[in-house]
């Protein structure tokens, strides 16, 4: 594997820097930010300083993919979902990504402090420093470290909510948090369900790689907390019964697709949980913002 991580970086293109970002997370973190945002304000009462947020929040989001692709090169060149990386292939030298990671970072976080406000920033970096020095090295320490992680992925919302208000001290902020937070379990859950063999090739401590059973109550579990806090937006006067009405039958349908998940236990039906939580979560914010209130 040495050998071929040291080989010439001459082979590697602006396509291997764009994987090391990871889009697809990424785009689900600024998705999140917006949601934030809008929540927090009306959307083009300063479109610019959204524009800018965007802007920061993609950049320190996409260092930190690229710091994680750095700090994992060992369990990525182990498991088949992450061994064609650019680093574990050998078509980017470590350093390069290292670099580049924190090339992002720094930018990214002046850019917030400049163009947006100091809280913003502050959280980017919190949510960089936590996720890249807590979460990545205690996935191969604890099982723990799913709920570690789920702090650094649920603080992007609060970025849109500061960036638009400049405090954390409203209420409105905390409950997107925390139905992002809660979503993140069953979600991850799922994804560590369908790989655990490959996790566990590489070394990393998911839930689901030592204790189905636990897996199973946690998925139950979380989705019925999820249920209750995603009303709590109708109860602060954040949203209406239109969507009330969508986020219980959101709720029931992601709730049952757990409890699904948890009696059957089998990669067929984790997979049928992750695609309820890729439906769940951009349904639950195009309702939320669709059926703002005030």
């Not at 757990?258 to 439906?279: D, H």
Request: positive net charge; charged residues 10%; aromatic residues 12%.
């Amino acid at each position: 594997m040495k050998a071929a991580i040291m080989r010439a970086a001459a082979h590697f293109s602006i396509a291997d820097y764009l994987e090391l970002t990871k889009p697809s997370v990424t785009s689900l973190i600024l998705m999140s930010t917006l949601v934030g945002y809008y929540m927090a304000g009306p959307l083009f009462s300063n479109f610019l300083v959204l524009i800018h947020t965007l802007i920061g929040t993609a950049l320190v989001a996409a260092s930190a993919a690229a710091g994680n692709h750095y700090l994992e090169i060992e369990s990525d060149s182990k498991m088949r979902r992450t061994a064609e990386r650019p680093l574990p292939m050998g078509r980017m030298a470590p350093s390069s990504a290292f670099i580049f990671a924190l090339v992002l970072c720094a930018v990214g976080s002046v850019y917030l402090a400049l163009a947006v406000n100091l809280l913003t920033a502050a959280l980017g970096l919190t949510t960089w420093a936590s996720y890249l020095l807590l979460y990545t090295p205690l996935k191969r320490r604890t099982t723990l470290c799913t709920f570690i992680g789920a702090f650094p992925g649920a603080i992007p919302i609060l970025m849109g909510w500061t960036a638009a208000r400049g405090t954390l001290s409203d209420a409105g902020g905390w409950t997107l948090f925390a139905i992002l937070f809660l979503w993140q379990f069953p979600h991850f859950y799922a994804i560590a369900w369908m790989y655990r063999e490959d996790y566990e090739r590489g070394g990393i401590h998911m839930l689901p790689v030592f204790d189905t059973a636990a897996t199973a109550r946690q998925i139950v579990a979380y989705g019925a907390f999820l249920l209750p806090v995603s009303l709590l937006p109708v109860y602060l006067g954040m949203a209406g019964v239109w969507y009330a009405a969508g986020a219980i039958a959101l709720g029931a349908y992601f709730f049952y697709a757990g409890v699904r998940a948890a009696q059957v236990k089998t990669a067929g039906q984790a997979r049928l949980l992750l695609k309820a939580s890729i439906i769940y979560l951009p349904l639950i914010y195009a309702l939320l913002m669709l059926d703002k209130r005030g």
